[in-house]
């Protein structure tokens, strides 16, 4: 693993070249924010997403009439980004299509991870140039997987995810992972800003949050408060995700500019949910932010 040392004051994160992956983030106390990776359980730390996010149905997504194959959340998880600037405190990771690449996605771009450290916490920053000379359908998104618990003694029902809006509790249901077939609101979260956490939340796969007002949310300890903040000004889906296991010690807060694909929907990349239509020449910047609550 190729990885990038970060520090600010007394905030340190590792980065991997592979995926422009964040693999370690800690802050004052040192310890531990992300997720170990344990590949028996879930062998990520922070996937990036491009230039889906989710499944599609058939694996395969339409452009200009014609079909191409597809992975969920995208080709770039695996893909050996380049370091185009690098601080002390920051690092910008650049990938641009191998011809493996375009046969899943047939344009020319230039996607840019930046991760920038200050005191307790640290922005991701996507942004994508169009370098080809048509429009570019595309969506992107994070997956980062945070420990949980965060406190010694605590255990994962001692935490919540507090809202900044009242939210309905609408969700996107997606079973095992894959296609949305419908909508629906959780039991226990309509009208409420409060989600406590509990591992059956979790027994059909993710909780997929479309049509948020809230763009953060607080994970945290329900008595002691501490954890995190968590911001995603620009990001209009929020999936929360951990398998179901007692062996699954984190949560992943998933801030996505897109949806899985829809047991509905046309497979043309210009329908899908959220996608950007880049025009030739044109950027697109979005970013989310996370903060230690001390």
Request: glycine content about 8%; charged content about 25%; aromatic content about 12%.
């Amino acid at each position: 693993m190729a990885e990038i040392q970060l520090r600010y004051g007394e905030s340190t994160a590792l980065i991997d070249r592979k995926g422009a992956q964040i693999v370690s983030f800690k802050g004052h106390d040192g310890r531990e924010v992300l997720w170990s990776g344990d590949p028996e359980v879930w062998g990520s730390h922070a996937p990036v997403l491009f230039p889906v996010c989710g499944s599609l149905r058939d694996d395969t997504v339409t452009i200009d009439g014609k079909p191409y194959p597809m992975t969920k959340h995208g080709f770039v998880r695996n893909a050996e980004f380049t370091i185009a600037k690098q601080g002390d405190d920051f690092v910008e990771l650049i990938l641009t299509p191998t011809e493996d690449m375009r046969r899943m996605y047939p344009f020319d771009f230039i996607f840019h991870v930046t991760y920038t450290l200050v005191e307790d916490g640290y922005t991701t920053t996507f942004l994508v140039e169009n370098k080809s000379d048509r429009v570019m359908p595309f969506c992107v998104g994070g997956h980062p997987g945070f420990s949980l618990p965060m406190e010694e003694g605590a255990s994962f029902s001692d935490y919540q995810i507090e809202f900044a809006e009242i939210e309905d509790g609408l969700l996107a249901q997606a079973p095992d992972g894959k296609l949305i077939v419908g909508y629906g609101h959780l039991p226990d979260f309509h009208n409420a800003r409060i989600l406590p956490l509990k591992r059956e939340l979790f027994d059909h796969d993710a909780l997929i949050f479309d049509g948020l007002k809230s763009r953060s949310v607080r994970l945290v300890h329900r008595i002691s408060g501490k954890g995190l903040h968590f911001s995603f000004p620009k990001m209009e889906v929020l999936a929360v995700w951990t398998k179901p296991s007692d062996k699954a010690a984190y949560v992943c807060l998933e801030p996505w500019h897109g949806l899985p694909g829809k047991e509905t929907e046309s497979g043309r990349f210009e329908d899908k949910a959220y996608a950007t239509m880049l025009d030739p020449g044109s950027c697109y910047k979005t970013w989310f932010t996370t903060a230690l609550i001390r």
